[in-house]
């Protein structure tokens, strides 16, 4: 091969690597240390070290004998994205206009609750960004133990690139890099001596958290278990 035909392939070689979508950087997803109040516990996810993040999808996994998911919040780098929950869907299937504004302005967060699993997406079109708070997860305290808190599942993928000729969102799968994702697990100690339905702590069930722990069973937010235990409560304590 003469020195011509070198330069040449070199050329070749350049423009094509330079064509190609660049390598995202690994971001650190990690579950944070709950803040607890009453029975009630809340428990970060946390992001760092990501690019712009164009969709995400987080699963986590917990113990429902000792705690149970009561809800999904917005954490610091989705606090303008649209929370979608069950009661944002209305009755037809759709969002009204404000939130639809909303996610396209803003992306959308997505929560859902089944079993003992907690399922998180995220999308964005300008791409969620910086280190914090990707959602706040609330639980119940259900019974004494300690609670594994697994990241089962952590996928994330960068916005869509754009043409800089046209500037149009580009459609080909390989415009939406995955971010490399590491995980870090977390687990919740519920102290053994904690009483059902002791709301505030102070080591008696009276007649208003009694109520409460009844009308937590009727929403199905916690068990036949935690409810049993309320009542021994308020009668051993009240």
């Known amino acids: 091969m003469n020195i011509q035909k070198i330069v040449l ?25 709950a803040t607890t109040v009453g029975s009630t516990a809340t428990v970060p996810i946390n992001v760092s070290g ?16 000792v705690l149970s998911a009561t809800g999904v919040l ?24 404000t939130d639809n504004e909303m996610m396209r302005n803003y992306g959308a967060i997505i ?13 964005s079109t300008d791409g969620f960004s910086g280190d914090g708070t990707i959602a706040e997860i609330t639980f119940t305290k259900v019974a004494g133990g300690t609670c594994p808190l697994t990241l089962s599942t952590v996928t994330a993928h960068e916005t869509a690139t754009c043409d800089p000729c046209t500037n149009e ?32 702590g102070n080591g008696i069930v009276d007649m208003g958290e009694l109520f409460g722990a009844i009308d937590a069973y009727m929403a199905g937010t916690v068990d036949m278990t935690y409810l049993f235990g309320a009542i021994d409560a308020y009668m051993t304590t009240a």
Not at 50 to 65: H, K, N, Q, R, V
Not at 77 to 96: K, V
Not at 111 to 123: A, L, Q
Request: glycine share 8%; no cysteine; proline share 5%.
């Open 9 to 33: 392939t070199v050329a070749i070689v350049s423009i094509l690597l330079a064509a190609l979508p660049a390598a995202a950087s690994a971001a650190t997803v990690s579950v944070g240390d």
């Open 50 to 65: 990501a690019p712009d993040i164009g969709a995400m999808t987080i699963t986590l996994t917990y113990d429902s004998s």
């Open 74 to 97: 917005k954490g610091t780098i989705t606090s303008d994205a649209l929370l979608i929950i069950e009661d944002t869907i209305n009755s037809s299937g759709g969002i009204s206009d």
């Open 111 to 123: 929560g859902y609750i089944t079993d003992n699993r907690v399922n998180i997406s995220m999308v």
């Open 169 to 200: 969102t580009v459609l080909d799968p390989a415009s939406y890099p995955v971010i490399p994702i590491d995980t870090i697990d977390g687990e919740y100690v519920s102290e053994e001596e904690e009483l059902a339905g002791d709301i505030n």
